[in-house]
């Protein structure tokens, strides 16, 4: 493969890996770590993330659990959580803090369903982004017409199943969503 081609490559692949990641923060009716686990608890004077104070674990079919380490900790924990304003229940359990999913409303969905659209077409933009900056990349090389065709074309090609992945990402947060 050229090593223009394979650098575009990398680079939307870092791209469809950063829509991934911002897809698991969108809630949904299931429970997952990525909701919480980047929330940012005051600590002996220190912002450190709810990761790195417990264990976060998922309790089927609508509860997360965080087995913090320190006990004294679990209730600045519970506060850091309800002041995210995700919309989830939380109680102090000792050294756990549960948290309870409710089900989402309709409207609730709506908006849900619009964010993760919205960051599609961000993707999406960010990919043709990439493609312009690709395709002026291989015009800079100097080579002949043919060579330059056939880069752009092998350019297009990865873009085009860039975008594919991005819509069937998106098809699966909109099913998750909807459940």
């Given at each position: 493969?050229?090593?223009?081609?394979?650098?575009?490559?990398?680079?939307?692949?870092?791209?469809?890996?950063?829509?991934?990641s911002?897809?698991?923060?969108?809630?949904?009716?299931?429970?997952?770590?990525?909701?919480?686990?980047?929330?940012?608890?005051?600590y002996?004077?220190?912002?450190t993330?709810?990761?790195?104070?417990?264990?976060?674990?998922?309790?089927?079919?609508?509860?997360?659990?965080?087995?913090?380490?320190?006990?004294?900790?679990?209730?600045?924990?519970?506060?850091?959580?309800e002041?995210?304003n995700?919309?989830?229940?939380?109680?102090?359990?000792?050294?756990?803090?549960?948290?309870?999913?409710?089900m989402?409303?309709?409207?609730?969905?709506?908006?849900?369903?619009?964010?993760?659209?919205?960051?599609?077409?961000?993707?999406?933009?960010?990919?043709?982004?990439?493609?312009?900056?690709?395709?002026?990349?291989?015009?800079?090389?100097?080579?002949?017409?043919?060579?330059?065709?056939?880069?752009?074309?092998?350019?297009?090609?990865?873009?085009?199943e860039?975008?594919?992945?991005?819509?069937?990402?998106?098809?699966?947060?909109?099913?998750?969503?909807?459940?």
């Amino acid at each position: 493969m050229d090593p223009e081609l394979k650098r575009f490559k990398e680079e939307l692949l870092e791209a469809i890996s950063h829509f991934k990641s911002e897809l698991q923060g969108v809630r949904t009716s299931r429970p997952t770590s990525r909701l919480i686990e980047d929330i940012k608890v005051e600590y002996f004077g220190q912002m450190t993330p709810v990761k790195q104070l417990g264990s976060i674990m998922i309790v089927p079919p609508y509860e997360m659990a965080v087995g913090v380490w320190d006990r004294g900790a679990a209730s600045e924990v519970a506060k850091a959580i309800e002041a995210a304003n995700l919309g989830l229940s939380v109680s102090v359990d000792g050294s756990t803090v549960r948290l309870h999913l409710p089900m989402l409303s309709a409207d609730r969905r709506e908006e849900l369903l619009k964010l993760a659209k919205t960051m599609a077409e961000k993707e999406r933009i960010r990919v043709r982004g990439l493609r312009d900056e690709a395709n002026k990349r291989v015009k800079a090389l100097g080579a002949n017409e043919d060579v330059q065709f056939t880069l752009k074309e092998g350019i297009q090609e990865l873009t085009n199943e860039a975008n594919k992945e991005i819509d069937s990402l998106l098809a699966a947060k909109t099913e998750e969503i909807a459940e």
